[in-house]
């Protein structure tokens, strides 16, 4: 069964401080691959997705995210955070049918 | 196009009784997805249509848990006998390809 691990389950940084979190997943053969904000009271939105081609991916608001296929990879980064980015981040996958599977979601808190 | 509309926004019901959540997707999308998320974990999926036709349906999903989609376009999730367990965010989504655009869940507390 697919699944998918997101290791980093609260991160607390400073403004301007740069931003990777960590997603896993396990499948073996071809994937979507997402990852989904949600900010405080409001619903989960796309932030950035990976069909195919260029394993660099750009979202909105500045995210980035690197597939890297031979580590089952899909990190998620930022070069400077701003107390805005405070929300919630999942990773999702999608490799069977048609329904995302869910990390357990990063809780990141940005300080001005 | 206002999105995902959930309804009600909020629940609160006694254990035992049954309770059916409504979803409306955008209009255009074939596909309508249910989710459960609870505090600290990732939305886990339930069940999802494809127009009228429910395509799957999680194998963690209780005989308590029904939805339908009966014209391809609203869904109601119900769940009968509800227990304190159930008590948790319920999500809808919709789809026309593989992105999924979320609602704003209905919260289920039961008492």
């Known amino acids: 069964a697919q699944s998918v691990s997101q290791h980093n389950h609260h991160v607390i940084l400073s403004e301007a401080a740069s931003l990777e979190l960590g997603c896993n997943y396990s499948y073996g053969g071809t994937v979507n691959l997402f990852w989904y904000v949600q900010y405080p009271g409001q619903h989960l939105q796309l932030l950035l997705k990976y069909f195919s081609g260029d394993p660099l991916v750009k979202g909105i608001k500045g995210f980035e995210a690197e597939f890297i296929k031979s580590k089952f990879s899909f990190n998620l980064r930022k070069p400077s955070v701003q107390w805005s980015d405070t929300a919630e981040y999942f990773c999702a996958v999608n490799a069977q049918g048609d329904k995302l599977i869910f990390g357990t979601g990063t809780r990141l808190q940005v300080f001005p | 196009d206002t999105g995902v509309s959930q309804n009600p926004r909020h629940k609160i019901t006694k254990r035992g009784q049954n309770v059916t959540f409504r979803c409306d997707p955008i209009s255009e999308h074939n596909r309508l997805y249910w989710y459960r998320q609870t505090l600290g974990q990732g939305p886990e999926f339930l069940t999802y249509f494809q127009n009228e036709a429910q395509l799957e349906k999680s194998r963690l999903l209780s005989d308590r848990f029904s939805a339908e989609r009966p014209k391809g376009s609203f869904s109601t999730l119900e769940i009968q006998r509800t227990e304190q367990g159930d008590s948790a965010m319920y999500l809808c989504?919709?789809?026309?390809?593989?992105?999924?655009?979320f609602g704003s869940g209905t919260q289920l507390s039961v008492l």
């Open positions: 989504a919709s789809s026309k390809l593989r992105e999924l655009f």
